[in-house]
């Protein structure tokens, strides 16, 4: 056990953070609760921006023709607006038709994405002029690809207001509005696409329309805007994908019925990792973390997003009870470009996977104000306080957290899964049987229910219900037939057991389970039987070597066990425990000598082996001659 300081150890930092974190509470508590649902927020490539239907204008074709050569033939980032009025082309035109001319080259630059250009000609023009020669919807998406999302704004405002149905001109303000999170902002303008816009548009406005919906937390609302939008745009693999969200969170639908809906997503964009992360996520909030496995698999492989789906890659793996595959995803994004948000959040789990306490409380410390913070960022509190034993403060995160969050389930279960880990079963039952009553589809809220069950019967019944919603798992698997075997049905119990191993032959963790089983029930042949075909599958696995022998033991058939244990040792030369149990063997059968010289071999791999030295002293004799004889003879 390492040693702590006495001003750094876990419970002095833990008085620290708790204090720390409820003077946070002091005040009005209202987290920040934007949903890190990648499908909430993202658009797609075609939602993304709305462009023009070409550049129409006033001026003649061979004017515009000439303009648009002299734009294309200019590299880009040369193009002077004042360069264009000594052009004689301009300098023979008309002054209204130059002021046209300067219009339609602002607008053609900044449909090129040339936006520094673009904004030099359209600068020159007032408003009223832009707004005459229709560049104004052009000097707002040029502001905006600028990054000057402010004066953006204000120009989309001001357009939209002198061209109220210009349809591209509405949808633009809107999806800037949701970029900047301004939803309630958005709807309104999104409202108006809706009215001014028909076909594919009317469809994307639609769906647009749903996801601020969503984010505002009118998942009704949501749904039905996205069912509108496939009215038009049937085939939008990224509307389907919206609308699983929308039922999943609004949690008016079946978990069957969302997943259908992500399946007809991914069946219109097969390996689309915005919608494969959404179905991923939904398996995590529902507790079904052994199914969210594939989905995030295949996710995290998309460039797009790939640092928020990891993380949750990781954290799903982390409830399915795979620590070690979750470090190697922590490892992948430790090195991977991500933000600084993201990387507090890596660093955060990485200090939790490697038990590293003082470290987490120093997180924890730094970062306990929860209106700061993601719906992710909560759940990682509450995972940083379970691991400290600090389980009054997980509780008080886990509570704030909505029941439409992707996290709200999984953070429970955390909770009744640390009481139960630490012997408080009827605490940990409490919160278990209060999720199953809400969501009975979950193996692994059924499979700690049947653990914390206080009678075989009721252990029984959750087992079971475990088993049947995923019969593919192992340990569902061996869990019901370890929970059939105490309720007193050993037939059952091996019938399950030799049914999951027709579908997977050979599986250890099954086989060494039905050994267990007929061992417990006093069927040491069969039991032997087990444990040597394991044994033949894996030569080294020195638990079930120590097993098999045990057995042997109690059957009588020592040397039998002694074999055994030879062939272990010739494997594992350095395993003190065979060696152990290999002395203990030779002494019943009255092979002193033999006895004698493998707990020597013992004592020189541990000189303070107490059961070595024990046995070498009572082998030696009594006196203390015997005993100094014998020390020198084994001195290395």
Do not use: C
């Amino acid at each position: 056990m390492h040693r702590k300081r006495t001003l750094t150890s876990a419970p002095v930092l833990s008085l620290a953070v708790i204090g720390f974190a409820a003077a946070a509470w002091g005040v009005e508590h209202q987290m920040r609760v934007n949903n890190e649902s990648l499908m909430a927020f993202a658009l797609s490539s075609d939602d993304g921006r709305e462009f023009e239907a070409g550049l129409s204008s006033d001026l003649s074709e061979t004017v515009t023709a000439a303009l648009t050569q002299r734009v294309l033939s200019t590299p880009a980032g040369d193009f002077e607006a004042a360069s264009l009025q000594a052009d004689a082309l301009f300098q023979t035109a008309p002054q209204e038709r130059r002021r046209a001319m300067v219009a339609f080259t602002g607008r053609l630059l900044s449909s090129r994405n040339r936006f520094e250009e673009a904004l030099a000609a359209l600068s020159v023009l007032s408003e009223a002029e832009r707004n005459r020669f229709n560049a104004s919807f052009a000097y707002a998406e040029t502001l905006k690809g600028l990054g000057d999302d402010a004066a953006a704004l204000a120009a989309f405002e001001r357009h939209v207001a002198a061209h109220p149905n210009h349809q591209a001109g509405h949808i633009n303000y809107a999806i800037l509005l949701m970029r900047l999170g301004r939803h309630a902002e958005a709807l309104p303008i999104l409202d108006r696409a809706v009215e001014i816009t028909s076909g594919g548009r009317k469809g994307k406005s639609l769906s647009l329309r749903g996801i601020s919906l969503m984010e505002l937390g009118d998942f009704t609302g949501a749904e039905a805007a996205f069912q509108q939008s496939i009215e038009y745009r049937p085939g939008h693999a990224p509307t389907w994908g919206r609308l699983a969200t929308a039922q999943a969170r609004g949690g008016a639908f079946s978990q069957a019925d969302v997943i259908a809906t992500f399946e007809r997503a991914i069946a219109l964009a097969p390996g689309d990792g915005l919608i494969e992360s959404g179905l991923a996520q939904y398996y995590f909030s529902a507790g079904r973390f052994d199914e969210a496995l594939g989905p995030y698999r295949s996710a995290s492989r998309n460039a797009q997003h790939r640092g928020e789906v990891m993380i949750d890659r990781a954290l799903n793996l982390v409830l399915s009870e795979r620590p070690s595959a979750a470090r190697n995803v922590v490892r992948t994004l430790k090195a991977a470009n991500t933000t600084r948000a993201q990387d507090r959040q890596i660093d955060l789990l990485d200090d939790i996977l490697n038990r590293s306490t003082s470290a987490v409380l120093r997180h924890l410390q730094a970062h306990a104000d929860a209106r700061q913070m993601t719906e992710r960022g909560v759940f990682l509190q509450i995972l940083g306080h379970l691991e400290v034993g600090d389980i009054a403060m997980a509780q008080r995160y886990a509570a704030d957290l909505p029941a439409s969050s992707s996290y709200h389930q999984p953070a429970h279960f955390q909770i009744a899964r640390h009481h139960y880990r630490a012997a408080r079963a009827d605490a940990a039952r409490s919160i278990l049987s209060e999720l199953v009553a809400s969501n009975d589809q979950s193996p692994i809220f059924w499979l700690y229910l049947g653990r914390s069950e206080p009678t075989p019967e009721a252990a029984l019944i959750a087992h079971r219900t475990a088993h049947e919603l995923l019969p593919t798992s192992g340990r569902m698997a061996i869990e019901y037939a370890e929970a059939l075997n105490a309720a007193g049905r050993t037939a059952d119990a091996t019938a399950t057991l030799f049914a999951f191993l027709d579908a997977q032959p050979n599986e250890p963790r099954a086989l060494r389970a039905l050994a267990r089983i007929h061992d417990a029930n006093q069927q040491l042949d069969r039991a032997e039987q087990i444990y040597r075909v394991i044994l033949d599958l894996n030569a080294e696995d020195a638990g079930v070597g120590r097993a098999l022998a045990d057995i042997q033991i109690r059957a009588g058939r020592l040397e039998a066990a002694l074999e055994t244990l030879d062939r272990l040792i010739e494997l594992q030369p350095a395993r003190i425990d065979i060696r152990e149990q290999r002395a203990d063997i030779l002494m019943t059968l009255g092979r002193s000598a033999d006895a004698r010289a493998e707990f020597e071999r013992i004592h020189r791999l541990d000189p303070d082996n107490a059961t070595a030295n024990a046995s070498l002293n009572a082998l030696a004799g009594s006196s203390p001659a015997g005993r100094m004889s014998f020390s020198r003879q084994v001195q290395p």
